[in-house]
């Protein structure tokens, strides 16, 4: 670890500071000194106003604070208010790059990782950030207060102690490559906000924080923008040099992805991301795009694509064996979705890490089975072998033969078809219900129900608004949901949140599955433990097979292209990043022509 990181990476000892970033990889790509990412433009020209739509199916907002369960917290908070001691580069896989701390230090054995904050960094009301408001912020973000994740996450971080006003320094329980980037990307905020209220009654006073713009009004349920700050200390240094370049960000508010749509075609916003098939293909034409007014494009990426699927909540009887699960995933006829709604756009979803290097594939190498055997008893035996490709119905597979497949499994689990209906040795019915917020897979359920009636079971949908679904996705109420995990390059601290065994029982956490398998923690141990970029791909991949093997999720499908559309009336970077959202990539480096 020492070797991996001695070009970039100084010890504290006496004040002696030299390093810029860290990085999981082999090398980072900005050398100290350097003036700016690649993939953007430091002449940009700061000007003029960006209107953006919510970015997600919260139709309003009740709240300012981001870091908490109850609420629906404002558009926009995160990516313009609330800064970290560090930042990560979107042509690496996993670089940090000081943003509030100009240094950073790893200890000889990586136990340790010390910052040094910039003198400059200054909140909105004008205070210096200290090394109080860091450790404040770390203490309360690890807090029961705060949503769960980030104690999950949180978990192997020993302390923090202040050095000096302007020093902190981190101590990790043990040696992790990751932890030193998980803490040097919390959000860091004032010790003053909120008045010395606890974090969970903090709502609506405006953030204290030391990003590029702070609140400059707000209409629940309808709007919320925000001020590019005149006096924003960060314009100058290589991290933030040509971004945020608009002088005012708001998001307007809309009911459904409908309105939305149709208030874009109307002028209403200015950028849109489109995540439906249906809607890209039918909807993205008209007078405004034939005379370029609205410009309309696919933009590739290399992200990885993150899992989409139906998530089956296993803590619910009828999904806990592994064979009902994989039943489940034989009636999903992906190729007929495709041809007929998607308009052949998407590829099938068989990795949790698909469209980069961290997907598995084919057999697992030596190295992967010498993670894997010592875990034998906790997985299948398929994990061993070739990684099975999804369910498909092209010839000579059909579906009739994969519903076969499926019956035989459910029979082997104890279910069969009698008095109208699959059951159990009990004779309880196969039923199940699939909570949803009122987004697009209310035309994909139908088929995959129709199918599912074919064995016997009767599967439903339900949907409602987004805050009553969240908290029911909080407190697991409910058999089958539709989510997408997020993409990441590379998978860490994170894992133990959304797979580990303790965040199953902990209510508001993202294991919202259920797993509880020691070999999935193991497994993410040693995706944790990795001591390189190679040896961490090993452990990814076999991660993979052993989640892609457990069935818990049946996979929907991935596109490695972002669908956007825009106002002709701004300009962008010449060069693009490699990894990036679309959305918060055009927020934080286009600019107004």
Same mark, same amino acid.
């Given at each position: ?45 700061? +000007? @003029?106003?960006? %209107? /953006?739509?919510?970015?997600?199916? #919260?139709?309003? &907002?009740? =709240?300012? $604070? ?91 971080? +020993? @302390?923090?102690? %202040? /050095?000096?006003?302007?020093?902190? #320094?981190?101590? &990790?329980? =043990?040696? $992790? ?417």
């Amino acid at each position: 670890m020492k070797k991996l990181l001695a070009s970039f990476l100084c010890i504290y000892h006496a004040h002696v500071w030299a390093a810029h970033a860290i990085s999981l990889g082999d090398t980072v790509k900005y050398p100290q000194g350097f003036t700016a990412f690649a993939y953007v433009n430091p002449q940009a020209k700061k +000007a @003029g106003e960006l %209107i /953006l739509p919510n970015p997600d199916r #919260r139709s309003s &907002f009740d =709240s300012f $604070n981001p870091f908490i369960i109850k609420g629906q917290p404002a558009a926009g908070l995160g990516a313009l208010m609330f800064e970290s001691l560090g930042t990560m580069s979107l042509d690496e896989t996993a670089t940090m790059y000081g943003l509030l701390a100009s240094d950073i230090a790893l200890a000889a054995d990586g136990k340790a990782v010390t910052f040094k904050l910039n003198p400059k960094a200054r909140f909105n009301n004008g205070d210096p950030v200290t090394a109080q408001d860091v450790k404040h912020s770390f203490d309360t973000l690890n807090s029961k207060l705060a949503a769960p994740q980030y104690a999950s996450q949180l978990s192997d971080v +020993a @302390g923090i102690e %202040i /050095l000096d006003a302007g020093t902190v #320094r981190y101590r &990790f329980k =043990s040696a $992790n490559r990751e932890l030193p980037q998980i803490v040097g990307t919390l959000p860091v905020f004032s010790h003053k906000w909120g008045a010395g209220k606890a974090l969970d009654q903090i709502a609506l006073e405006a953030p204290i924080t030391s990003g590029p713009y702070r609140i400059a009004s707000y209409q629940f349920g309808r709007s919320i923008s925000y001020q590019r700050r005149l006096d924003y200390w960060g314009s100058t240094i290589p991290t933030r040099r040509g971004q945020y370049n608009f002088d005012r960000v708001t998001y307007r508010y809309y009911q459904d992805e409908t309105a939305r749509l149709e208030a874009f075609k109307a002028g209403e916003f200015d950028f849109i991301t489109e995540y439906s098939a249906r809607n890209w293909a039918r909807q993205y034409q008209g007078p405004k795009f034939r005379a370029g007014e609205i410009i309309k494009r696919e933009l590739r990426h290399h992200n990885s694509s993150g899992m989409q699927g139906y998530v089956l909540n296993i803590r619910k009887p009828q999904f806990a064996d592994l064979r009902v699960r994989q039943a489940l995933g034989l009636a999903l006829d992906f190729e007929w979705l495709n041809r007929q709604l998607f308009y052949s756009q998407y590829t099938r979803l068989n990795s949790f890490y698909a469209n980069g290097e961290l997907a598995a594939s084919g057999k697992p190498s030596e190295a992967e089975l010498a993670l894997l055997k010592p875990l034998a008893k906790f997985l299948p035996p398929e994990v061993f072998g070739q990684l099975p490709a999804q369910p498909n119905t092209n010839p000579p597979n059909s579906l009739r033969n994969n519903l076969r497949q499926a019956r035989e499994l459910l029979k082997q689990a104890g279910w069969e078809y009698r008095d109208g209906a699959l059951r159990n040795a009990k004779g309880e019915a196969f039923t199940f219900e699939i909570l949803d917020d009122g987004g697009s897979m209310a035309r994909v359920f139908p088929p995959l129900a129709r199918n599912l009636a074919k064995l016997g079971i009767t599967a439903t949908m339900r949907n409602i608004d987004f805050a009553l679904y969240q908290r029911r996705l909080d407190s697991f109420d409910f058999d089958v949901t539709v989510l997408r995990f997020p993409d990441v390059q590379s998978p860490g601290q994170e894992l133990l949140d959304y797979y580990g065994s303790k965040a199953a029982d902990v209510k508001g956490s993202s294991n919202v599955i259920g797993i509880k398998n020691p070999a999935i923690d193991a497994l993410i141990g040693h995706v944790l433990a990795a001591p390189n970029r190679a040896a961490q791909i090993t452990a990814v991949h076999a991660l993979d097979r052993a989640l892609l093997t457990g069935h818990y999720i049946i996979p929907h499908w991935y596109s490695a292209t972002h669908r956007v559309a825009w106002r002709d009336r701004f300009a962008m970077p010449k060069v693009m990043p490699l990894y990036y959202q679309a959305g918060d990539w055009m927020l934080a480096t286009w600019w107004v022509r």
